[in-house]
């Protein structure tokens, strides 16, 4: 299993132990040092992502995602070890809460991982994208991931196109990851009032 991480993925590992506990033998590749201890304690046996090739399947949460299953994440911080789990896998599962769900990506909130070398001027250079750029804070520190580095919280102008913003981050010098998870999911279980949906990507999207 891939395993993303926050506050859903560990629930989901919470219920997996009792699976475990009942003989189920799993092996995860965890996406943060917190989701990997969770995993350990659940159980499972966890193996760094590339001794493990070809995950079977990554399961993650997520902060947003329309009914075409685009996601934003990285509310937690890991964003950019939870693309590389994604990616790892043929399928990628979001379990999320169902009024996380969005008519539009645009908008909203973005996490940016930047390199912690003059992170500054990458602040800058998001500006100029059209986003209002928020260093995340800690403590009364700027936050840092696992890989040392800070996030900026983006608010880009509504009339920006999530593809085109994610396109445009990626371009951009000292930028690490985005948090736009745009065409990653294939299925979503999202939990709400009257139980749990299932939601599939459509194909061609």
């Given at each position: 299993l891939?395993?993303?991480?926050?506050r859903?993925?560990?629930?989901?590992?919470?219920?997996?132990a009792a699976?475990?506990?009942?003989?189920?033998?799993?092996?995860?590749a965890c996406?943060?040092?917190?989701?990997?201890?969770?995993a350990?304690?659940?159980?499972?046996r966890?193996?760094?992502?590339?001794?493990?090739?070809?995950?079977?399947l990554?399961v993650?949460?997520?902060?947003?995602?329309?009914?075409?299953l685009?996601?934003?994440?990285?509310?937690?911080?890991?964003?950019?070890?939870e693309?590389?789990?994604?990616?790892?896998?043929?399928?990628?599962l979001?379990?999320a809460?169902?009024d996380?769900?969005?008519?539009t990506?645009a908008?909203e909130?973005?996490p940016?991982?930047?390199l912690?070398?003059?992170?500054?001027?990458?602040?800058?250079?998001?500006?100029?994208?059209?986003?209002?750029?928020?260093?995340?804070?800690?403590?009364g520190?700027?936050?840092?991931t696992?890989?040392?580095?800070p996030?900026?919280?983006?608010?880009p102008r509504?009339?920006?196109?999530?593809?085109?913003?994610?396109?445009?981050?990626?371009e951009?010098?000292?930028?690490?990851?985005?948090?736009?998870?745009?065409?990653m999911?294939?299925?979503a279980?999202?939990?709400?009032?009257?139980?749990?949906?299932?939601?599939?990507?459509?194909?061609?999207?």
């Amino acid at each position: 299993l891939g395993i993303g991480s926050g506050r859903t993925v560990g629930a989901f590992l919470d219920a997996l132990a009792a699976k475990v506990q009942q003989g189920m033998s799993l092996e995860a590749a965890c996406a943060s040092q917190e989701s990997a201890w969770a995993a350990r304690r659940a159980g499972l046996r966890v193996r760094p992502l590339e001794e493990v090739g070809t995950l079977d399947l990554a399961v993650d949460g997520t902060d947003l995602l329309t009914e075409g299953l685009d996601c934003i994440k990285g509310g937690g911080g890991a964003l950019a070890r939870e693309r590389l789990v994604a990616l790892g896998a043929p399928h990628l599962l979001v379990i999320a809460e169902e009024d996380k769900l969005r008519e539009t990506l645009a908008g909203e909130v973005v996490p940016v991982e930047v390199l912690s070398f003059a992170h500054k001027d990458t602040a800058g250079r998001l500006r100029a994208l059209g986003c209002a750029v928020t260093l995340r804070m800690s403590g009364g520190e700027p936050y840092r991931t696992d890989n040392g580095n800070p996030i900026y919280d983006c608010r880009p102008r509504p009339d920006i196109a999530p593809f085109a913003l994610h396109d445009a981050f990626l371009e951009t010098p000292g930028v690490v990851a985005s948090g736009y998870f745009l065409g990653m999911a294939h299925e979503a279980l999202l939990a709400g009032p009257r139980g749990v949906r299932r939601v599939l990507r459509r194909r061609g999207q």
